[in-house]
């Protein structure tokens, strides 16, 4: 495997930078201060192939593999996490189970507008009561004729409120049966389909975080992604996928905080000297870079599993495991480097520190990781 950075990778990484620097660095405090998710910002980014990044062109997608996802996350992600967070649930959850689902009736009518961002996308799996343990739900979608009947509530889902079109798994058999949930597209604007309350959180501000509420809501069969009970099947198979992008928001974010922690710590002196000359900050440093470097290689070796077709489950859980674990250390480290002024606003490790802490807990809580690849090496 060639561990370079191809030539797209570096259009993508240099197109981001220029892009962010106008578009996202200038505003992000603002959005994060008043928890604001910028919607008009994703169909910027749709214009720049970032929002269908893995879509064949055929379908209005750039055609890239995931070396080039994975960059465009990490990229997005060193700017403001939050638009790497929301930008990575619209391709890898939302768009994503579409296009691995769908039909090609249903492909055709909505991967061209999810690619393009002309519709942003949400993907509805979690409930108040059920998490990691999402099996269980309790949305019920109950046949009527032609029709089903949505009635229940999900909840944490990115852009629950602002989505202009969502999947959502739903019980359509029996609790337990792993067979017994289904997969529906459903746009915004049907009835009895609302967003919810935003949640207020520590970090991932202008990333939107809300409930989706369905009372009575019904949708025609041809909605159904798939089979009917394959509902909990797929999404295991998506958020294979999906792990690879928060792993992927992990390492921008730990990218960002070694960066910054790497220029502050020759820029800043005490005892007249530079504070990266003090062996207690450079070994410091040292530990960062190396963690950093080993999610990469796990991410990349997912990345590779995945261009290439092949099973991902434990390799992805791996990379996402350790990349959200090491995120959290390294901003962690990060606001130790800068002392009191990390501690502050005016610097942007204090954000990587907050944000850094949804990496372990969003697409599988680190526990669960560890569940899957218990699971998958002691097969
Ligand atoms: C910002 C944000 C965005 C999100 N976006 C989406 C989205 O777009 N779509 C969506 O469907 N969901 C989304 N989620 C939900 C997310 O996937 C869940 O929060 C996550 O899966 C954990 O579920 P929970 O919060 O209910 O925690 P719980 O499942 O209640 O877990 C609580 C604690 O118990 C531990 N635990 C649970 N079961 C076990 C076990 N068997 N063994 C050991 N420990 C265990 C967990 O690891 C955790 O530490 C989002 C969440 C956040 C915070």
Known sequence: MNFSENENQKMIAQMIRDFGTKEITPLRKEWDDQSHFPKPLFKKLGELGLMGVLIPTEYGGSGFGYFEYVTAIVELSKLDPSIGLSMAAHNSLCTN????????????????????????????????????????????????????????????????????????????????????????????????????????????????????????????ESQVLGEVGDGFIQSMKVLDGGRISIAALSLGIAEGAL??????????????????????????????ATQVEASKLLIYKACDLKNRGEKVTLAGAQAKLYASEVCVSVSNEAVQIFGGYGFTKDYPVEKFYRDSKL?????GTSEIQKLVISREILR
């Open 359 to 363: 990496c372990t807990i969003g697409e």
């Open 259 to 288: 960066e910054a922690s790497i220029a502050y710590s020759k820029e800043r002196h005490q005892f007249n000297k530079p504070i990266s000359s003090f062996q207690g900050i450079s070994f410091k440093l040292a530990d960062m």
């Open 97 to 220: 189970h579409i296009f691995m689902f769908g039909n090609e009736e249903q492909k055709r009518k909505y991967i061209p507008k999810l690619a393009s961002c002309e519709w942003l996308g949400a993907w509805g799996l979690t409930e108040p009561n059920t998490g990691s343990d999402a099996g269980n739900m309790k949305t019920v979608a109950i046949k009527d004729g032609d029709h089903y009947i949505l009635n229940g509530a999900k909840n944490f889902i990115t852009h629950g409120a602002s989505g202009d079109v969502a999947v959502v798994i739903a019980r359509t058999g029996e609790v337990g049966d792993s067979h017994g949930m289904t997969a529906f597209v459903i746009e915004r604007g049907t009835p009895g389909f609302e967003g919810g309350r935003k949640e207020d959180k520590l970090g991932m501000r202008a990333s939107e975080t809300a409930e989706m509420i369905f009372t009575d809501c019904r949708v025609h």
